[in-house]
């Protein structure tokens, strides 16, 4: 019979309350906290976990256990319960009672019993449940590749309880005659036990992804999967095109050319500024103590350049400027992942420049050969005779890959340009067009309605139709 002279904490890992003594289960709140199924940058989660645990009032200690004198299995109930029989301190022998594993969940005479014994029959233990894995290894697969939410959705309802598990393990090795509904829990367990693992070694890696991804884009992103296990995939974060060459096309001959820049004291619509110089109106405008666009669309954005006078607070240096913005990389129902906006307490203002949508620019011929996925955007091919320019962002991009098409969008894509208007060295960038709200994901039209040729143009051998699933009631069916 185990005997517990002192109550020295235990160290807590996982979802294990520390330092609290008292006999009937508590809120879960604080398991929930760490149990929660979002991947998240590390400090996001911090800060999430901080506050949930000065939430939580101390509750008072009601009655304390003494000691742990026998321990049972008890069939009756309908998932077999753990249970000890506790002596209660300051109490006669006529109180000890039988307590469930509810009742003494969070007690920490009960957790070192359990710790103890389960360091003391390691290594039988974990033989047993290494047996236990080998069986359910193809339920477990079998689980995962037919319906991956299942374990997300279940530990919505009841958070995995890491402690739960090591006291069913230990119970399971003590206990002689092991009823058949006590095995089916045990493997239920393990079970679920392989899934928190795995959703844990995820969302660590996740948050190292996004930690990466916040730094380079320079504002902060957190990742996010609850539809299953998978991380974004893997490229490259770029936050500047690169021009690859392109043996077949005359481009990388091409002189370099150098724009020029502007001379202005202070840079508006009224000054000498680059778009004035380039013939083209002024890009943006001063709205509420804001930058925002004031074109209309199609119209080039000419951006001042390294040859400018002007510092980089100039008002018409909108993308290459810092911005505060949360956003989230999460996994969609039906289309692959998405980018939503992920700060709580601030929307995003329409007119704001959100993200630029980096990749390789690629030269005709090369474009075409790798036109069989669709992170390809063309550059802007009008005004000039510089030839035909593509963005092509799979293995080199930014978080903007990952925005989304809608037919009915909240957000646009713009080309940005220096005076000389040259599409190579053109940017494509993201803004809002109207107010984004926290948990709202960012779409844009991949081929939008003033940049659709009329059907006899359309060279649809070219074009590789794909099936629209934006939900909008003004979808046209299609993407291309
Ligand atoms: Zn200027
Ligand atoms: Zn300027
Ligand atoms: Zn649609």
């Not at 009742?103 to 236990?132: P, S, T």
């Not at 778009?275 to 199609?298: C, D, H, W």
């Not at 040859?307 to 969609?332: A, D, G, Y």
Request: proline share 4%; net charge positive.
């Amino acid at each position: 019979m185990p005997r517990v002279k002192s109550k020295r904490s235990i160290e807590s890992s996982g979802s294990e309350s520390p330092n609290r003594n008292f006999k009937k289960s508590r809120t879960s709140d604080e398991f929930n906290a760490v149990n929660n199924n979002n991947y998240q940058c590390n400090s996001a989660k911090k800060m999430k976990n901080k506050k949930k645990r000065t939430s939580i009032k101390e509750i008072p200690v009601v009655c304390d256990v003494n000691k742990i004198l026998s321990y049972r299995l008890n069939p009756a109930s309908p998932k077999v319960i753990l249970e000890c029989l506790v002596e209660w301190a300051n109490a006669g022998p006529n109180s000890n009672s039988w307590e469930g594993m509810d009742n003494l969940r969070y007690n920490l005479i009960f957790q070192e019993f359990i710790h103890n014994e389960f360091n003391k029959h390691e290594m039988e233990i974990f033989v047993k449940i290494a047996n236990f894995k080998q069986k359910l290894r193809s339920k477990i697969r079998k689980i995962y590749n037919e319906n991956p939410k299942w374990y997300i959705m279940h530990s919505i309802v009841q958070p995995f309880d890491p402690f739960e598990y090591k006291a069913h393990q230990v119970f399971y090795h003590l206990i002689k005659n092991i009823p058949e509904k006590f095995t089916i829990l045990l493997e239920e367990l393990v079970i679920k036990n392989y899934f928190f693992k795995l959703e844990q070694t995820q969302r660590t890696k996740a948050g190292l992804i996004a930690d990466k991804m916040s730094e380079l884009e320079g504002i902060t992103i957190v990742i996010d999967n609850e539809e299953d296990f998978e991380l974004p995939p893997e490229f490259e974060y770029i936050t500047k095109n690169f021009l690859v060459d392109d043996v077949n096309q005359s481009f990388v001959e091409e002189p370099k050319d150098i724009p020029s820049g502007c001379k202005c004291v202070s840079c508006g619509p009224t000054s000498e500024c680059c778009p004035m110089l380039a013939s083209e109106p002024f890009a943006y405008k001063e709205a509420n103590k804001r930058t925002v666009i004031g074109l209309k669309r199609q119209e080039a954005i000419i951006e001042c350049n390294e040859n400018c006078k002007c510092n980089k607070k100039c008002i018409n240096r909108v993308t290459q400027q810092s911005r505060n913005l949360v956003l989230c990389l999460f996994k969609t129902a039906n289309r692959g992942w998405g980018v939503k906006n992920a700060d709580r307490k601030s929307v995003i203002k329409r007119g704001t420049f959100v993200l630029e949508y980096t990749g390789e620019v690629l030269g005709n011929h090369e474009a075409s050969k790798r036109k069989v996925h669709s992170y390809l955007f063309d550059l802007n091919m009008e005004r000039n005779n510089h030839g035909f320019y593509t963005i092509d962002a799979y293995k080199h991009g930014s978080l903007a890959r990952f925005v989304n098409h809608s037919c009915e969008p909240n957000c646009s894509m713009w080309f940005i340009n220096d005076c000389l208007k040259n599409p190579k060295n053109q940017k494509l960038c993201i803004f809002a067009d109207r107010d984004i709200k926290y948990d709202e994901e960012l779409t844009i039209d991949y081929c939008p309605r003033y940049d659709v040729p009329t059907s006899d143009q359309i060279d649809y051998s070219q074009k590789f139709i794909c099936e629209c699933h934006c939900g909008s009631s003004l979808c046209r069916g299609n993407i291309y």
